[in-house]
């Protein structure tokens, strides 16, 4: 009686092509959860891009640096003050992450600096801040009587060795006319703040092509480390590990 099952030769082109079959669908299934992890689908039109969640600015700014941006206008969200460090008066210990040489010069992103290495490193030219009325107006205090202070309504803008900075309340927040970077940290999230910031910023006009959530920063409490964890995820934000 002839063998009723085909030569292996003949099934091997169906074997291989099942199992190419097989590969494919594994690969786009793979593709599509890294895809929906990265970003968030929003209204057409509104010009929103991806969201993540980062650790603290210092990871924001690796984040930026990963992915090669450079002249970029920065657009963060915070209560907070930021300042440069001056390693000559507190020199990195050995708790610090995130050194390495810019220009001869050693670099510090930690999150009270990592927005004026951005400055210093060419990937941002121009910092745009908005905060709580409370801190604005704490902030406006500490920078009166600069002589680069320039007053306006709800807003003032003060330049810092050639980086261009404006400092705002939501009250005196203009949106910008270019697609931004945005970061957002916990103490955004004082008492009567928007509770959805990305929202809040898309209704003013805005776009941006990145938005960054920083889970931690200096200065900011318990409750507003979960409401910046709250509102990530609210924006379908994933978090991204970065290497120092």
């Known amino acids: 009686m002839p063998d009723a099952s085909p030569p292996l030769q003949r099934r091997r082109p169906l074997l291989w092509a099942a199992a190419l079959l097989a590969l494919a669908l594994a690969a786009g299934a793979a593709s599509d ?42 657009l963060v969200l915070t209560g907070q003050w930021s300042k440069p460090r ?55 205090g500490e920078a009166r009587g600069q002589k680069e202070l320039e007053r306006g309504d709800g807003s003032f803008t003060l330049a810092y060795l050639g980086l261009e900075r404006r400092f705002s309340s939501p009250r005196g927040f203009t949106a910008p006319a270019e697609t931004v970077l945005v970061l957002v940290e916990p103490t955004w999230f004082a ?13 003013k ?16 409490q318990g409750e507003e480390r979960q409401a910046a964890l709250a509102a990530a995820q ?11």
Do not use: I
Request: no cysteine; hydrophobic share 40%; charged share 25%.
């Open 86 to 140: 001056n390693l000559r008066l507190q020199p990195p210990g050995p708790a610090d992450e995130g050194l390495r040489r810019l220009g001869g010069d050693l670099e510090l992103t930690d999150a009270g600096s990592a927005l004026f290495t951005a400055g210093r490193a060419g990937l941002a030219r121009k910092l745009d801040v908005v905060m709580p009325p409370p801190a604005f107006s704490q902030r406006l």
């Open 205 to 220: 006009g805005v776009r941006w092509d990145l938005a960054l959530f920083a889970l931690d920063d200096p200065s900011a």
């Open 191 to 203: 008492p009567g703040m928007p509770a959805d910031p990305l929202g809040w910023l898309a209704g």
């Open 33 to 74: 959860r890294r895809g929906r992890g990265s970003r968030r689908l929003h209204v057409p039109g509104s010009g929103v891009g991806r969201v993540a969640m980062v650790s603290d600015a210092g990871a924001a700014y690796r984040v930026w640096r990963e992915e090669g941006l450079h002249g970029r206008h920065l």
């Open 234 to 244: 609210a924006a379908g934000a994933r978090f991204r590990e970065v290497a120092p």
